[in-house]
Each structure stands twice: as C-alpha cells, then as structure tokens.
C-alpha cells in the first residue's frame, strides 16, 4: 500500500427515519429535513449537515442546515458511519 496516498473526502449520505425528521426554515421558507451528509474528517471525527425538500413543495435549492444536539440523531450518524465503515472494509474491487 502507497504511504503517500492521500484520499481527499469519505463522505456518506443517510435517509432520517420519518420519525427523526425535523422541519427548519431558512430565507423565509420552510424545509423537512430527509437526509444526513455524514463526512469523515482528517481527524478522525465526524462532521454532518442535513438536506431537504422546501415543505410548500418543488425542488428547492440544496441548501444545507444544521443537525439538532439530539441523542437519538447523535446514533444515527455514529450506527450510519460504522455501518458504511464495514461496507467500504468489505468491498470487492471495481466490478
């Protein structure tokens, strides 16, 4: 293995279960936030934002929010991360 790999991003998106998901407004509209952008930082640490569709319905712009100091959003993103850490350890190579 190259000790002078450098790999730039490990990022993950995870679907928020109907029943942790929470309504934010932002420039006057409100949005139901559906999905969690997980990163994974050089640190080792983990950074998340969340994004969803405007409430009064259309596309929207993809404009990012904050994540609620929630215990139970606080596990999702650590189960989601250890979850895809498990899939990237067990990938099969380019198919």
Do not use: C, Q
């Not at 190259?2 to 006057?28: H, K, Q, Y």
């Not at 994004?51 to 929010?65: D, H, I, K, N, Q």
């Amino acid at each position: 293995m190259n000790s002078d790999l450098e790999v730039s991003a490990l990022a993950i998106n995870v679907t928020i279960p109907e029943t942790l998901r929470w309504t934010d407004t932002r420039r006057g509209d409100a949005f139901t936030l559906t999905t969690l952008n997980v990163r994974l930082l050089p640190d080792g640490h983990l950074a998340v934002k969340a994004y969803g569709r405007p409430v009064a319905g259309g596309r929207g712009a993809y404009v990012s929010f904050p994540v609620p100091d929630r215990p139970e959003l606080a596990a999702l993103v650590s189960e989601a991360a250890g979850r895809a850490g498990a899939l990237w350890a067990a990938h099969r190579g380019l198919g």
